[in-house]
């Protein structure tokens, strides 16, 4: 037994068909195939080829489990629903794009050590959907060598759940679209994330979401409420993070052990503590929290971290405003010692700020100076976080 075509006259394939036939190479599911039953090829270890008709709208649970020799899939738009380990243990997959499915079951891909690329245009990715899609060296120091480097999220994808990308290491970078409400708990734990969009949309990031992975920066949208706890424990690359007015709670933890984060920068109200299991905040650094003028709640500590009044302004009046010999500056006051960024753009309408200069407020005073700038018709200035 090698290839299948499935009669067209077959509507219904019954529960293990096919299951352990490791001699069938491909398969041809006609379109009026409309039930398949769990594990039908469960275990063709020699299946290397899937046609799926447009008659199947869910694949049930371990359907195509343990199908080591299959390389490419592709889940048509007519197919909502991909059930409990549906591709697990497909370890020569590498490449797979779903296009309509509006939930991505439990453990659907786990370890699929060889899966590459993953085009996902809606729906709900599921509790470990992808989690362990590495394959490691095997060596003393475990080295990983491949899986998931490439990762698309579609406009339609609504939640990304609990462990759905735990533990694979090869990802590096990912953008999660404005569709996505939730991020579930340790949903990307444990991979080698430097680099993660957040859009706007986002309403919740749960607990341990980012744990371990060695982001470079963080952009939190303005639509986030809620920071689970954990939520970016030992991301040790930050250095700091700007946490927008809309986040409510803030869980135990959520950047603990970020060991080069010393400043947060907070545009609203303090957010209530889920927990008090040392704050936000691990005992290393202690983090200064820096906060906005005419916001509540700060005069209570979270654990490991001051609270400091962040409010530099630009002196528009006195000697030392305007332009003088050909140099065009101006004094910022603000509470002593506060970083800042001196930013410009030449273009309000549609702006596109440049950094001019870091610097801490020493002593309360900076002075800002720059050479007359001839070259375009206006420059506009302003006070930003570093």
């Known amino acids: 037994m090698t290839n299948i075509a499935i009669p067209n006259t077959l509507t219904n394939l019954g529960a293990g068909a096919f299951e352990d036939?490791?001699?069938?190479?491909?398969?041809?599911?006609?379109n009026t195939l409309i039930n398949m039953g769990a594990s039908a090829f469960m275990g063709c270890t020699g299946l290397t080829s899937i046609s799926i008709g447009t008659g199947i709208t869910s694949i049930p649970e371990y359907t195509f489990q343990g199908c080591s020799g299959l390389t490419n899939l592709v889940i048509p738009a007519d197919i909502t629903n991909i059930g409990y380990m549906t591709f697990a243990y497909c370890e020569s997959l590498s490449n797979a794009t779903i296009a309509g499915v509006t939930a991505i079951g439990t453990n659907a891909f786990y370890h699929c050590t060889n899966l590459t690329t993953v085009n996902i245009a809606g729906g709900v990715i599921g509790y470990g959907a992808f989690q362990w899609c590495t394959g490691f060296s095997g060596s003393l120091d475990n080295i990983p060598v491949s899986g998931l480097t490439n990762v698309t999220l579609g406009g339609g994808v609504t939640s990304i759940e609990t462990y759905a990308f735990l533990s694979d290491a090869t990802l590096q970078s990912i953008v999660i679209p404005g569709s996505v409400t939730n991020i579930g708990l340790n949903a990307f734990g444990a991979c080698l994330l430097t680099n993660v969009t957040l859009s706007y949309g986002l309403i919740s990031i749960g607990e341990s979401a980012f744990q371990q992975c060695p982001l470079n920066s963080l952009i939190i949208p303005s639509s986030v409420t809620y920071i689970g706890p954990s939520a970016f424990y030992t991301c040790g690359n930050l250095t700091n993070v700007v946490i927008p007015a809309s986040v409510t709670q803030i869980g135990a933890q959520a950047f603990g052990g970020d060991e080069y984060l010393t400043s947060i920068f907070f545009l609203g109200n303090a957010p209530a503590q889920i927990e008090d299991q040392g704050g936000p905040f691990a005992s290393y650094p202690i983090t200064t929290n820096y906060y906005l003028p005419g916001t509540t709640g700060w005069t209570t500590q979270f654990a490991y971290s001051t609270n400091v009044l962040w409010n530099p302004a630009i002196q528009t009046?006195?000697?030392?405003?305007g332009l003088k010999n050909n140099q065009f500056g101006f004094n910022i006051t603000g509470t002593a010692n506060i970083p800042i960024a001196v930013q410009a753009c030449t273009?309000?309408?549609?702006?596109?700020?440049?950094?001019?200069?870091?610097?801490n407020l020493t002593n309360g005073l900076f002075h800002f100076s720059e050479p007359l700038q001839t070259v375009s018709p206006g420059r506009y200035y302003r006070i930003s976080s570093p």
């Open 317 to 321: 009046s006195g000697a030392n405003f």
């Open 347 to 359: 273009n309000l309408a549609n702006p596109v700020w440049m950094s001019l200069t870091n610097v």
């Open 21 to 30: 036939c490791t001699g069938l190479t491909s398969i041809t599911i006609p």
